[in-house]
């Protein structure tokens, strides 16, 4: 699977493509992508890599949208209970969702070098991890999968 943030592709295409399923995913939830919204999840787009909060929010200030922390923090917490963005617990940070509206359990790719972060299909590895947990009696209702390493060009550098 080539996954965006890896490899050459045509970015403009995967970022519309994802705004377009957030408008429809937005709408069908009965919420609204507001400029800000919308604002944050095309910074996010923007090189798929993992971006913290306050690298959103100056973002956010150097473009007129406020400079107050909830205001990322608010757009951001909303994307990801949209499912339109995933937050990845080792960068303390926030990556979009490259499939918006798909039910799916993702393990993230995490380059240790340029922070460039993928989603990789992970369906085998979380039924795998329910398996465990339900023999130990352990039922899973939430699990992040994150793996540390080098991206193709970070190795191809080194």
């Known amino acids: 699977m080539h996954t965006p943030a890896f490899h050459n592709h045509d970015h403009a295409h995967c970022t519309g493509d994802v705004m377009a399923r957030a408008e429809e995913i937005t709408r069908a939830n009965g919420a609204r992508l507001t400029p800000v919204r919308r604002r944050v999840l095309e910074i996010l787009l923007e090189e798929h890599r993992a971006m913290g909060a306050y690298d959103v929010l100056q973002r956010l200030v ?14 951001l917490e909303f994307l990801v209970d949209q499912g339109l963005a995933h937050r990845v617990r080792r960068l303390n940070a926030f990556t979009a969702c490259m499939t918006p509206g798909e039910s799916h359990a993702p393990a993230f790719l995490i380059c240790r070098q340029c922070n460039a972060v993928a989603e990789a299909p992970a369906e085998g590895v979380r039924a795998a991890l329910e398996a465990a947990a339900a023999e130990l009696g ?15 060009k970070c190795v191809a550098q080194a």
């Open 62 to 75: 150097a473009e007129g949208f406020g400079n107050q922390p909830p205001v990322a923090y608010r757009a």
């Open 138 to 152: 352990f039922v899973v209702e939430r699990a992040n999968l994150e793996a540390l390493g080098l991206c193709p």
